[in-house]
């Protein structure tokens, strides 16, 4: 397995499990636990969960891509990705349990980052070549 498949899938892995885990705090845990009773930031990690596992498993789809490809784009791709991910759902799980932020705007430019790496998941596949016969 290539080297960037392998990391893709592990932090497909990581994400996905991360997911799992919040939505799994969000149904579980009442209101009055998460941000000393802000259930405004509660609400978050309902967002937050399904984003990770979507990304997840985008993640792991680049992984399997990965192995039959040999592509930079989509390499980069898949890290903008997860880091995108991780601050957008990173800034709304920590709003949620210590209603705190990483930093100011950490979602919003998680956001973005996430849309930059679909767009260059998009770019790679415009980019891409034929694989040697």
Do not use: E, K
């Not at 498993?57 to 891509?65: I, S």
């Not at 791709?77 to 705007?105: K, P, T, W």
């Not at 950490?106 to 070549?129: D, F």
């Amino acid at each position: 397995m290539p080297p960037i498949a392998r990391l893709h899938l592990l932090l497909a892995g990581l994400l996905g499990a991360t997911g799992v885990a919040l939505a799994a705090a969000a149904s579980h845990l009442a209101a009055r636990t998460l941000a000393g009773g802000d259930a405004a930031a509660g609400a978050g990690l309902g967002p937050a969960s399904l984003l990770l596992v979507a990304h997840g498993a985008g993640l792991a789809a680049l992984a399997a891509l990965g192995m039959a490809v040999r592509s930079r784009m989509i390499g980069l791709a898949g890290i903008v990705l997860a880091a995108g991910s991780l601050l957008f759902a990173g800034d709304l799980a920590l709003r949620a349990f210590q209603g705190a932020r990483l930093f100011a705007n950490a979602a919003p430019i998680g956001g973005s980052t996430m849309i930059a790496g679909w767009l260059l998941v998009a770019l790679g596949a415009l980019l891409a070549r034929r694989p040697a016969a």
